[in-house]
């Protein structure tokens, strides 16, 4: 079974850049475009990684981690904190907010699939 991908993210050239990344590896993508979406979507879907831009509609994306790992089905869910406004200690509060990992925009591909690998490793392939 595929791994699904929920992207949380309301810029659509970003959207598409981070589909065109993570769909040829064979992630399933789920995706929302403000906070309140994720949340319905995450809960519905339980994906298996999130990747969320922290400047979102309606509810920001540290408070959608915030409520996200109060519930016990996301407590080890990987979440990575995308955001464009990097600023000196940006990088604690949002570890201190839940998430596993934050990168900064524009979004460097390398170091994203690299962020990616090491929170969702390769599945053996033993399931023929």
Known sequence: ????????????QNMRLLEMLLKPRGYSLLKAVDGEEALDIATREQ??????????????GLEVTKRLRQMPAFAHTPIIALTAYAMKGDREKFIRAGC??????????????RVLGE???????NNH
């Open 47 to 60: 994906p298996d990684l999130i990747v969320m831009d922290i400047q979102l509609p309606k509810l920001s």
């Open 119 to 125: 929170m969702l490793p390769p599945r053996q392939a």
């Open 1 to 12: 079974m595929k791994e699904k991908v929920l992207i949380v993210e309301d810029n659509s």
């Open 100 to 113: 596993n990992a934050y990168l900064s925009k524009p979004i460097n591909t390398r170091e994203l699939l």
